[in-house]
């Protein structure tokens, strides 16, 4: 069930950000410019949650405190998709951590 939900938790922003990608491809127009594909392209495969509340966010003004905030948390999640496996497994791995004999 833990596997389960981590690939959930791992493709469902990607899956979410590729349909919004192609459905609603003035938006990202809008927030990344026209001819800009790398940076959304990197953002989904890289850092997905981070995208898709900068999307979700963003407004010609500009993001407001809550928009931020909400930002550095998704960027935190992202982050911790990629350090949580090795948190989570060293006590499995013997180098990871010290013996006393």
Request: glycine share 12%.
């Amino acid at each position: 069930m833990n596997c389960l939900i981590a690939l959930f938790g791992l493709i469902l922003p990607r899956a979410v950000g590729v349909y919004w990608w192609l459905t609603d491809t003035t938006r990202w127009s809008q927030v990344f410019g026209s001819g800009n594909v790398l940076i959304p392209a990197l953002g989904i495969v890289f850092v997905p949650w981070t995208t898709l509340m900068y999307l979700f966010f963003w407004k010609p003004e500009g993001i407001d405190l809550l928009g931020w905030i909400v930002i550095i948390i998704a960027f935190i999640g992202d982050l911790g998709t990629y350090g949580g496996g090795f948190l989570g497994n060293r006590q499995r791995v013997e180098s990871y951590y010290r013996r006393d004999y």
